[in-house]
């Protein structure tokens, strides 16, 4: 009998016959150190979506790392496969993984800068479609809480940053609203 793949194994646990069993943590931390992105996404639905079948659970310092990654990939492949996120697709799912460590006291002195770091460095290194995507589908969103706009506010002085800062504000400015701070 054929030893099915890394994926094989990862989609039989979000939608074959093992569902509701729970899931080694040692297995899904094997998993991660993939660099098919494909897996990734796999691993990404996994973790988010099926988090509480993961024994004993994954701490956040597991899988952070992981996820930005993930996303990162994403961002810059832009991938269009059934189990990736797409360029839009991981902006939009950065923010999520954003605001909820801005509201946690303690991820945001210890993750908040960190990510404002690698989207700076993800904006910095990206070319025109990264950029644009950056701005549009995390930036723009991110800047509809002020303290947040007040956080990036340094981006104003930066000679590329700026324009990112300048082009996601008018989002807010002409009454851009989503449901992300909801």
């Given at each position: 009998m054929k030893t099915p793949s890394p994926?094989?194994?990862?989609?039989?646990?979000?939608?074959?016959?093992?569902?509701?069993?729970?899931?080694?943590?040692?297995?899904v931390l094997e998993w991660m150190r993939t660099d098919d992105i494909e897996c990734m996404g796999a691993i990404h639905s996994l973790i988010t979506e099926h988090y509480d079948r993961i024994q004993p659970a994954l701490q956040f310092d597991e899988y952070h790392p992981f996820v930005l990654t993930y996303f990162?990939?994403?961002?810059?492949?832009?991938?269009?496969?059934?189990?990736?996120?797409?360029?839009?697709?991981?902006?939009?799912a950065f923010i999520g993984w954003f605001v909820c460590a801005w509201r946690d006291p303690a991820r945001r002195t210890s993750t908040i800068p960190e990510?404002?770091?690698?989207?700076?460095?993800?904006?910095?290194?990206?070319d025109a479609d990264v950029r644009t995507?950056?701005?549009?589908?995390?930036?723009?969103h991110l800047f509809e809480n002020p303290e947040v706009?007040?956080?990036?506010?340094?981006?104003?002085?930066h000679p590329?940053?700026?324009?990112?800062?300048?082009?996601?504000?008018?989002?807010?400015?002409?009454g851009g609203r989503s449901p992300f701070w909801l």
């Open positions: 994926l094989q194994e990862i989609t039989s646990e979000l939608t074959g016959e093992f569902g509701s069993r729970p899931i080694a943590r040692q297995r990162q990939r994403c961002l810059l492949e832009d991938p269009q496969s059934e189990w990736t996120a797409t360029r839009y697709g991981a902006g939009h990510l404002k770091e690698w989207l700076a460095a993800l904006y910095l290194a990206g995507a950056l701005v549009q589908a995390t930036l723009e706009v007040q956080y990036f506010s340094d981006w104003r002085e590329v940053l700026s324009t990112a800062y300048d082009e996601a504000i008018e989002w807010v400015e002409h």
